[in-house]
Every structure is written in structure tokens, then in C-alpha cells.
């Protein structure tokens, strides 16, 4: 039998959502030769469609901005809603206190994470769709790392790759969390989500139709996302208790939790449900460490929190843009390594820490009423 030949590269990215992709775009442009191993051949369903006005200058950054925004739908603010208070609140990104960012978009992610995929091509990267990353095996010190990779069509066809950095950004896959045994749930945040996608979804009028909603009920919140083509992206991220109360099947609980929010059924009334309900399970988890002397972490691969802020994608693309920093660094400017590499540090750690301060307070009363003051005096909708 033939040994396997062994292929190299400079960088090797595991995950080619928007952590990845957009390291590959960052990294292509530096000259270094990048491949991504997507397990997935795009484009394919992936929730988190709501995107941060901070997400804005990073994508003009990668040069695709106006590609997103000619497939997306407008985002000015936030609806929130609340069983507590009588009537609902709306928040305004011009309102906050950097007026540069007065909005933001929701995007198919089957598209928007497409669009960052091409773009990485474009700048030079090999993508490799439909392989996956089945083993990784660092070397130490200078050496190279060697990455296992299979064809999705067949547990016959393997590559060997040897790559002097490796990246990943794996997502809730935390490839090498899991291997390397980084990974620890979050003790003080659990949850899980319920989500599908509506039409015919009633939606809010003029300028707010592209604002998402935010409804609390009792087991936790639910979301209500508008999309440019009609579709509404609609989930239930509910406490653990609740979910292990499930005497049905999935598509019949989801509906039942629902309706456990009036407000929000009352604007599904004449909506049509047009995928099967997905399920997620175990949301909140972190990482030990982000870094190690030649791989990062990047976005959900390191860790994630809780949806509510929509916090996922900007989290994972601006960990790229420090990580690709950290990484040029290290490779072709070592006396700006240990600088480069403890911000990269620093910013993974500050993203979730400044969210989950939020997130682990939202459903007491106080901070819940501080949301829902119509003058928000602490401007809180910058996070939404």
C-alpha cells in the first residue's frame, strides 16, 4: 500500500465560517499561503443571523461589504418585550453613544457565510470544502503540525497536511478544545435553543421591519429575526429544567413553547414553519486557553455564551482580525510576537467577559427594567 503523500502550508485553518474565512482573507492578503478544511460544501443552513453594527468595519475591511448588504435586510434596533411590563421597548442604534454606527443587517448566514468563504478564493486561499479535519498532532516548538483530513464522500479518501500554524475555528466543534481537553461547560450560564424558519411572520411597521425582537417569558427568551427574502428566523433559548420536560417531539414542543409568549404567537399567527426545528443543546462553554505556540482558537471554537446580544459573529471575526495580527507576528516579525500575541490573548478574553456580565443579569427584575426604561440612559442597545 502507498503512503500517504503529505502536503504543506503555511497556515492551516480548521472551519471556514466567518472566524475562519475571514483569517484566510487576512492572512491570503499577507502572502502566506492559507487552507481551509470546511467539512461542510456551502452553502448550508447555520443560525446566528443577526449582526452587530460593529460587524460593519470589518467587513468594508475585507472588502465585501456591500455584497452583504445587497443580500440582507436593514437593521435600526431592537424590540424588546417583556411578560413584566405592559408595553414593549424600542432601542435605537443612532441613540447609543457612537453615532457611526447607526445600524446594522440580519443575512441568511447560508449566504453571508458564503459570500466571506468566496472571498478568501479570491484573496488566495485554497479552500477545501467538504473535508474534515479528523486529527491534529502539534509540533512542538518550531516544528510543524500534522493534520489528518477526510472527504466528506468517502472514509477512504485521506490527505496528510503539515502546516507551520494552525488555526481553529471549528465552531461548536472545538476540535482542538476537545483533543487537547480545554474545554469546560459554564457553570454559572446553561441553555439550550429550539429555532426554524417562518413565513408570513408579522412584522414591525416602516422603519423598524428589520429590527429583531426579543421576548422574555418564563423558561427563558425567544428571538424574532426578519430576513431580506421573507423568511423569519424564530428560536427559544430555554433553561435546562424546561427542556428535560419535553413529553412530545421536537417540532410539536417547539410550537408549545411558543405559544407560551403571546405576543410573540400573536405575530405567527398566519406564519407557515418552512424547515424542521433544530435543536442545540449544552450553548455555554469556554476554553482553557486561546493560544499555544503555534495554533489559535478563534470565535465558538474558544467559547460561547448565550445569543441574546448577538455577539457571535462579531466575536468570531474580530478574534480573526487580532489572531491574524498575532500570527503574522509570530511568523515573520518576532520581535512584535509577545506584544501581538498577549492583545490576542487580552481581546478573547475581554469579548466574553464584557457580554456575559450582561447576559448572566438579564433575566433579574433590576437589569430587566433598566432595558426596558424607554430613555435607556446606559445606551445598553449598542450590545444588540
Not at 424600542?90 to 445600524?103: G, I, S, V
Amino acid at each position: 500500500m502507498n503512503a500517504v503523500p503529505i502536503q504543506e502550508c503555511d497556515v492551516a485553518i480548521v472551519g471556514g465560517g466567518p472566524a475562519g474565512a475571514t483569517a484566510a482573507c487576512l492572512l491570503s492578503e499577507r502572502g502566506y499561503q492559507v487552507t481551509v478544511f470546511e467539512k461542510a460544501t456551502f452553502p448550508r443552513f447555520h443560525i446566528g443571523e443577526s449582526l452587530l453594527p460593529a460587524n460593519i468595519p470589518l467587513l468594508e475591511k475585507l472588502g465585501v461589504r456591500d455584497h452583504i448588504e445587497s443580500i440582507s435586510i436593514r437593521k435600526n434596533g431592537v424590540e424588546l418585550v417583556s411578560p413584566a411590563h405592559p408595553d414593549s421597548t424600542m432601542l435605537e442604534f443612532a441613540d447609543c453613544w457612537d453615532k457611526t454606527m447607526p445600524f446594522s443587517f440580519h443575512v441568511r448566514r447560508s449566504e453571508f457565510d458564503e459570500v466571506l468563504l468566496n472571498r478568501a478564493t479570491q484573496l488566495g486561499s485554497d479552500v477545501r470544502q467538504g473535508w474534515r479535519v479528523t486529527d491534529v498532532r502539534l509540533g512542538a516548538a518550531s516544528e510543524l503540525s500534522l493534520l489528518t483530513v477526510r472527504s466528506a464522500d468517502t472514509k477512504e479518501r485521506e490527505q496528510l497536511w503539515r502546516a507551520r500554524f494552525v488555526i481553529d475555528a471549528s465552531g461548536r466543534d472545538t476540535l482542538l478544545a476537545n483533543s487537547l481537553k480545554l474545554k469546560r461547560k459554564n457553570a454559572k450560564h446553561n441553555s439550550s435553543a429550539l429555532y426554524a424558519h417562518y413565513t408570513n411572520a408579522k412584522r414591525l411597521p416602516g422603519s423598524h421591519e428589520g429590527n429583531i425582537s426579543i421576548f422574555w417569558f418564563e423558561h427563558g427568551w425567544m428571538w424574532f429575526i426578519p430576513l431580506a427574502d421573507g423568511v423569519t428566523s424564530v428560536g427559544a433559548v430555554c433553561w435546562p429544567y424546561y427542556l428535560k420536560s419535553r413529553q412530545t417531539d421536537t417540532p410539536t414542543f417547539f410550537e408549545q413553547t411558543l405559544a407560551l409568549c403571546p405576543a410573540l404567537a400573536e405575530r405567527l399567527e398566519q406564519a407557515t414553519r418552512v424547515n424542521e426545528v433544530e435543536a442545540t443543546g449544552n450553548y455555554s462553554y469556554s476554553a482553557k486557553r486561546s493560544q499555544g505556540t503555534n495554533y489559535l482558537l478563534l470565535g465558538d471554537a474558544f467559547a460561547f455564551v448565550d445569543p441574546i446580544f448577538s455577539s457571535g459573529v462579531f466575536l468570531a471575526m474580530n478574534s480573526a482580525f487580532v489572531g491574524a495580527d498575532a500570527i503574522h507576528a509570530i511568523l515573520s516579525e518576532p520581535t512584535r510576537a509577545r506584544v501581538a500575541t498577549k492583545r490576542f490573548k487580552r481581546v478573547m478574553i475581554l469579548g466574553p467577559r464584557e457580554f456575559s456580565w450582561f447576559i448572566y443579569r438579564i433575566n433579574k427584575p433590576t437589569m430587566r427594567n433598566i432595558f426596558m426604561t424607554p430613555a435607556n440612559p446606559l445606551d445598553f442597545v449598542v450590545f444588540v
